[in-house]
């Protein structure tokens, strides 16, 4: 068995402050890692999910920004609040948190390109 089945990078990027980009880390990404990382224990889970610090996802303007693998799942404007449902929902139970997908095809899994950008109708 792998050592960790599961994934989640949080950006905890820091950038001066007045940089045009912003950066994840003045939005609270090392609280919300460290959140992370106190619910997985909390569940029990983590031996097998971890919640590793990351650069920059290059996704800034949607931070605080998380990638979720293997899934490819892409969380933006998470906040402290935001971690109980992230670990409950999508890491114990499968479930993509629809209102934090970061709605932008460049970070849109490809099994989800669909529910987030309807393709064009087929012509005949
Ligand atoms: S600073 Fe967080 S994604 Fe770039």
Known sequence: MARFERH???CTNE???GHPKGCCREKGSEEIRAALKAELK???VAGIVRANASGCLDACEFGVSIVI???GIWYGGVTLKDVPQIVERTVL???????LLIR???YA?????CAILPL???RA
């Open 8 to 10: 989640l990078f949080v």
């Open 109 to 113: 899994p490809p099994h989800m390109q």
């Open 69 to 71: 693998y293997p899934e």
């Open 120 to 122: 064009p109708p087929k």
């Open 93 to 99: 139970n499968g479930e993509v948190i629809e209102r």
């Open 104 to 106: 932008d095809p460049r």
């Open 42 to 44: 909390r569940c029990g």
């Open 15 to 17: 950038r001066p402050a």
